[in-house]
């Protein structure tokens, strides 16, 4: 038996090794069989997955706006509103050439706490339900959260054919030829100005999105859907300073989205233009002012005079539908250097600015030369421009008696607070846009870079600022660290912040 099967193994052995050296054979006579075979095996390992990301720490040293006189919830008009960490999780992945996966997310704690939970409350007078911000803050320290939080910064998929690429989920898009503090043609998202970092890509805000885009010709033809609206997040500062009670944004609904459409591409070598529009809505505020109450009448001799006296003052605030279209340009100059325009035109429901009580339309615009390397490894933008008040309204005098009254009685009129905080205190503004960056050391390990935006009444009298410069030492390729400042004071808001972080990318 033993004999047997020692033959039959020892016959199926020559047989597969005849087979096995048949198709090497065959495989020698006939070489792009071979190559086929190989492009197979390549093919199947087009489907790959990567896991990146950092570890931060994060210290904000800071000065705030309002002070500690009559509020427990700051102890000092100095501060220190953030001693945390970050871990950030980034998951990619790729499907031969027509799919591609990316995920960002983000863990943080900070220790020195978030104030989050503000408290209802309810006026039987007015029949009003209203979350209320007192003008100074007045919240206890005990109330402050310091529960790690987690944040999706973006989580999408593309999926490509030849001409046509889509693009789904929680995604960062960025319109324009330039970048800066102020970029007019940047309308679609929203940005975070309560940021604690010196990172400028942290102050865009992700937002869910179906974003198709069509290549031509050199061209672009790109449509955008965003079903849930995302508006601007405002330091809380701004908030109480303004004495807020609410604020509301539009429900979630198919008919509050907000839809964008953008062509852009090169005509020639060294000309790219870009046409956008968004309808949506404002990302800043508008504010509703509501003034229950009843008429007194004062007696003068003969004359009676009725004066409305307002029992309660509720200040909503709210977001305007906006139609928004987009305008770039960018002409090169040689080999690095090139002129770039960006500008916009907000227009609400109220096209030519005649309903006194909402934001006015403007129309703003940048431009200015912008080199990729000037010399000594200088790269510089430089940006100057205007945003122009369409029909302009003056602020009522509230120090006229007559003129309060009549504001009151007529809500005609907003008064010179609401103007300043919308920055339309005049009939246009002049804007100095900036960003400068500079490498030093050997291999660029040391990295100087700052961004300012500038902005000033039309007599030069009064100016607002905001600047960022920081610098970022490179350690080794996986260790750095960054120390920033922030120096801001924009329309009656200051924020000064010094900021220290420390990453480590793997």
């Known amino acids: 038996m033993r004999s047997k099967s020692l033959a039959i193994f020892t016959c199926m052995m020559l047989f597969c090794t005849g087979v096995a050296y048949s198709q090497i054979d065959n495989l020698a006579d006939k070489p792009e069989a071979g190559k086929q075979k190989e492009k197979g095996k390549d093919k199947d390992k087009d489907v790959t997955f990567s896991l990146h990301g950092f570890a931060q720490a994060n210290f904000v040293a800071s000065r705030n706006s309002i002070g500690a006189s009559g509020n427990r919830w700051r102890t000092s008009r100095y501060e220190f509103p953030r001693i945390g960490g970050t871990l950030r999780l980034e998951l990619e992945g790729n499907a031969y050439d027509v799919a591609h996966f990316f995920s960002a997310v983000e863990m943080e704690y900070n220790a020195a706490g978030e104030k989050k939970n503000f408290l209802k409350f309810y006026n039987p007078n007015a029949f009003l339900q209203y979350t209320y911000f007192t003008y100074n803050a007045d919240f206890d320290r005990s109330e402050l959260i310091k529960n790690p939080s987690i944040t999706v910064r973006e989580t999408y998929v593309d999926l490509y054919s030849k001409h ?173 250097l090139s002129w770039k325009v960006s500008a916009n035109a907000n227009f609400t429901e109220d096209f030519w600015g005649k309903r006194d009580l909402i934001k006015n339309p403007t129309v703003t615009y940048l431009t200015g030369p912008e ?93 607002d600022y905001v600047v960022y410069p920081y610098f970022l030492y490179k350690f080794t390729n996986g260790v750095s660290s960054a120390l920033g400042v922030v120096i801001a004071n924009r329309r009656g808001d200051d924020r000064y912040m010094i900021i220290s972080e420390t990453r480590y990318s793997f």
């Not at 790109?222 to 079903?227: D, G, N, R």
């Not at 008040?389 to 907003?414: A, G, H, M, Q």
């Open 164 to 336: 046509v690429t889509f693009r789904v989920g929680q995604q960062i898009i960025a319109w324009g030829e330039i970048e800066g503090v102020e970029a007019p043609s940047d309308v679609v998202i929203p940005w975070d100005f309560t940021t604690k970092s010196n990172y400028f890509e942290y102050s865009r805000i992700g937002v869910t999105a179906a974003n198709l885009s069509f290549h031509f010709a050199k061209q672009q033809l790109q449509l955008i859907w965003i079903p849930l609206f995302q508006p601007t997040k405002l330091p809380l500062e701004s908030v109480y300073h303004r004495g807020v009670t609410s604020i509301s944004r539009p429900e979630f609904e198919v008919r509050n989205g907000e839809y964008a459409a953008r062509l852009s591409g090169n005509l020639g070598n060294s000309f790219r233009y870009g046409l956008g529009f968004l309808y949506g809505y404002d990302d800043l505020p508008d504010t509703r002012v509501l003034l229950p109450g009843s008429y007194q009448n004062y007696s003068f001799g003969d004359f009676t005079l009725p004066v409305y006296t307002p029992a309660v003052v509720f200040t909503e605030l709210y977001y305007n539908r906006v139609y928004v279209p987009t305008l770039d340009l960018g002409i090169a100059m040689g080999d690095v």
């Open 371 to 463: 080199s990729t390397n000037m010399f000594a490894k200088i790269y510089l933008g430089l940006y100057v421009g205007q945003q122009w008040v369409i029909n302009y309204t003056p602020p009522t005098n509230d120090s006229n008696p007559i003129e309060l009254v009549s504001r009151l009685d007529r809500f005609k009129l907003p008064n010179k607070q609401t103007l300043k905080g919308y920055g339309q205190l005049n009939p246009y503004t002049w804007m100095l846009s900036g960003n400068m960056q500079r490498s030093f050391l050997q291999g660029d390990a040391l990295d100087f870079q700052v961004r300012f935006a500038l902005y000033t009444d039309p007599k030069l009298w009064r100016w």
